[in-house]
């Protein structure tokens, strides 16, 4: 059996979680609309949160931050936002806006004692290793295969096929770690070795972990599934 000289990692669920419990918007987006618009009603914030969620997922890529807001403000009534909204809105928060799991540099420091080579592959917007350098966390990793960036969204096989490339290994030589089992089975089927990191779960096996401890030890050991 070939063993296992790199891991390609999903970000967000896998490395990072959400400062404020939310992903997107960021956990700002109504402190800063509301100081633009104070007579908008707090209720209207969540129904239009889910039309900016359909905005995501409908195209095969990730869509410009921009387009999001404006879908997410018109669902709101703000039909015509002004320059200095949209302009807070893509500015770097006050603070962090998503911060790395407690497991996470304690594992990416045993892989790379281990000479396991590491990139990260997410559905994300371009700036995520900007991002991780804030975290302290980027110069782990070989690179970054960002959705917006390279045009398509996992499951394209693009995705996976870029996050090997970027550690010059073969589908077989790499684990692909991700918080979504349909994601995981994706790159199964293009021959990479995976494993689904439910950090929710109350029990393991059949190719799920709860930790990146277990992926560590999965990797050590060369007992990771297909």
Known sequence: ????????????????RPVGGRWNPRYDFETIVLAHHPGLRPELFAPA???????LDAGPGTVERARYHRAILAALGIERPSAALLWELEAPAAGPVI?????????????RERGIGMSVVSDNWAGLEAVFAGLGIAGFFAGFVIS????????????????????ALEPA???FVDD????VAA????????????RGAAVTGDGVVTGLAQVVRLVVHDRSPF
């Open 148 to 167: 917006e960036v390279l045009g398509c969204r996992k499951p394209d096989p693009r995705m996976y096929a870029e996050g090997s490339r970027l550690l």
């Open 180 to 183: 979504d089992p349909v994601l």
């Open 99 to 111: 911060e790395a799991y407690p497991d996470v540099r304690p594992a990416l420091e045993q892989l």
């Open 187 to 198: 790159a199964r089927d293009l021959g990479y070795r995976g494993v689904t990191l439910d």
């Open 173 to 175: 030589q790499c684990l």
């Open 1 to 16: 059996m070939v063993r296992i000289r790199g891991v390609l990692f999903d970000a967000g669920g896998v490395l990072t």
């Open 49 to 55: 949160f889910a039309v900016g969620q359909r905005v």
